[in-house]
């Protein structure tokens, strides 16, 4: 099918978490209409307002599609670009890594690695191939921006950081959403398409919707309760929670109590986190949270969920392990309508493998000690890691996707931090605040240039469901793989005219070799060559998914299962195959290393202790707190270019509680200055009873126009950089995960 022929094609939308299927109308080699997919066997029909923008975004003239190379700075300091080919480009990226390299050895290159990385399938098969070779120790990513507490809760209580428990909505008769707004957010850490239609199907069923937010926000209007918390204190309410279902005897149910351990212990660790404890901190009734508790206990099926507003704060991971403790007190995981673990189709077959402890701090990170956690270091200790002189300072990053100067905290040090580089390669489709730094910037093609397959995220959804899609148009643009294998190649000598299928080559055979070793593989025994010459795919990532596919667990294991999953039979179902509802997976799931799930096998006891001590300053404290909010038109800062996603009423303002309004003397439309330890801003005020008195809030990813940058659409609606108010000081110290919600600040009028 060429380019220029009238049609109608079926993709996954691969701008957010909800991975929507969509109807991509093409007419004279150009989309003429997008909408949502009826016949997409997991999303129905369902498209927010960023699934119909793939055309713009594809279209986009800022969007890069030719490599650029950076010839100096103009007299006003900005960097000036050149377009060069692909070739001259490559040999750029050699030339900088090798100087670099030379002067200062390997531990001087980092890397970081952007959210949208996360929706690509070239780089979920390449990236960490890309930093294996790079042999890059210091690596930061924006998953300890926003997520890392779940990966480290999921590791010390199941083995792994990769088993990450989802609600199941669709079967249960309460939901109870902490710090999440899926109204606009569509669902984090649980893919599901039309989250708002199935929270509302909770409702037509008989159940019940709880949100406990700081903002009234869509999802909190639609909930049959909403409960206002401070910020940052959700970990204490979840221990009360803890403590009055124990108290109350809604403890033990479930098949998972019987490979469960540390209830007693936990009995005690809990006893100081009364109600009425927990009221004067939260700002909850005690009455309210005990009721709350009742409910949960009581309910016959109950899905306790939190996300961004759980995670951001500095006792993320003891929120995130309280999430999990009353699911397995109530016999609400592994259950259905409880929190369930899905089983992707690329999944590797282990059954019976025994684990180990789960471990963080295998490296520290050179100037805050800070421990590596997932094989990343806290995001927060970047500028530190760069502007710090001494053995193994960074003097060269490498970014995939990201705009950090942006996204993550102490955002104007972090600008001055990649300034200081001596050089950086990066693979981004915009020339942003981040990549302006750049000695070279590498752009991979465009969503609708590429074929899609949610690795990530079929490990997230709340149904099993599978979904290939082929590129709509053709590009003479390398792909994501391509891109990253010849900088692997160039990382490991073999320099600017290397062949990235040597690497793809070398990437399905290992895989395949693995599972050839592997007895629970239904394909062990087999002959490597063999299997490699049955791979199927049009690019090395799709031969990667091949192999994966054909070795999971629903796998036609190259032919020795008939009927089975293939990327072939994949492309013959264009809505996507439905496996089904969330079947139990515990104890088979498990990696602990005696397949028992053990409440206190990580450092949770010594956390509430610490939690303990914040309480008489969160039930004293006055300051105003600031916390971010989501936008169903946003999703970080790379959006902010598309004029159909930005149009409206300005988006970026500083919400303040007509109380807190009237006390400093503001009205809507005022400009305010708001200071935190690390920096201050000036932003437009809008008055709105949405937050709790004693909250502020400012929306996460804007801060555009930076001379150098090319996002012409973003500058004009610029905004504010709410990470200039993040302290980088303050993490959450068993995930190293940033605190972006609760920041105490000052607000005066400008």
Known sequence: MTD????????????CEATCGLEIEIKDGAVKRIRGDRDDVFSRGFICPKGSTLKHLHEDPDRLRKPLVRRGFDESGAPVFEEVDWAEAYAEADRVL?????????????????????????AATHTRHLIKALGAGAVFSASTVDQM?????????????????????DRTDLFVCIGANPYASNGSIATAPDFPGRIEAVQARGGRVIVIDPRRSRTAEQADLHLSIKPGTDAVLLAAVVRRLLE??????????????????????????????????????????????????????????????????????????????????????????????????????????AGRPYRVGRRHSRVNNRPEVQGEFPVADLPDEILEPGDGQLKMMVTVAGNPVLSCPDGDRMDE???????????????????????????PPGSLEKSHYDVNFTNLSIRNVANFSPAVFETEMPSEEDILATLALIALGFGPDADPDALHDQVISGLLQAEIETPESPVAGRDLDELVALVDGDTGAERVLDAMLRTGPRGDGFGAVPGGLSLSLLREHPHGIDFGALEPRLP?????????????????????????????????????????????????????????????????????????AADLGLVDGDAAIVRSRVGELTAPVEVTDTVMPGVVSLPHGWGHGKPGARMGVAAEHAGVNSNVLTDPSIIDPLSGNAVLNGIPVEVVPA
């Not at 199941?158 to 199941?168: A, L």
């Not at 995981?333 to 077959?349: A, I, K, Y």
């Not at 799930?597 to 404290?621: H, K, M, Y």
């Open 588 to 660: 088979g799931l498990l990696r602990t290393p005696e397949a028992r799930i053990d409440l206190f096998a990580g450092p949770f006891a010594a956390d509430l202790t610490r939690l303990t001590g914040r309480l008489a300053e969160w039930s004293d404290d006055s300051r105003l707190r600031l916390v971010g909010r989501r936008h169903l038109r946003s999703n970080n800062s790379w959006m902010h270019n598309l004029p159909v996603l930005v149009k409206g009423k300005p988006r970026c303002t500083l919400q303040l509680h007509p109380e807190n």
């Open 4 to 15: 220029t022929a009238d049609r109608t094609v079926f993709r996954t939308c691969p701008l």
């Open 98 to 122: 090798r100087e670099v390299r030379d002067a200062h050895g390997n531990e001087a290159v980092g890397m970081y690695l952007g959210n949208p990385g996360a929706h690509v399938l070239g």
């Open 248 to 353: 109350t005897g809604h403890v033990g149910r479930g098949h998972v109590a019987d490979f469960l351990d540390g209830i007693d212990a936990l009995r005690v660790a809990v006893d100081s986190f009364t109600a009425d404890v927990a009221a004067a901190a939260t700002g909850i009734a005690a009455p309210a949270i005990e009721a709350l508790a009742d409910e949960i206990g009581a309910a016959a099926s109950a899905a306790v969920y939190g996300r961004i507003g759980t995670c951001t704060v500095e006792f993320g991971t003891l929120t995130t392990w309280l999430l999990d403790a009353i699911a397995l007190l109530t016999g609400n995981l592994d259950e259905p309508g409880g929190m369930m673990f899905p089983q992707p189709s690329h999944e590797r077959v282990r059954a019976g493998k």
């Open 417 to 443: 931090a990649f300034a200081a580089l001596e050089a950086m390669i990066s693979v981004d489709i915009y020339l942003n605040e981040t990549t302006r730094h750049a000695s070279v910037i590498l752009p």
């Open 149 to 169: 507490p779940r990966h480290v809760a999921s590791g010390y209580l199941y083995g792994s950081g990769g088993s990450m428990p989802v609600p199941d909505i």
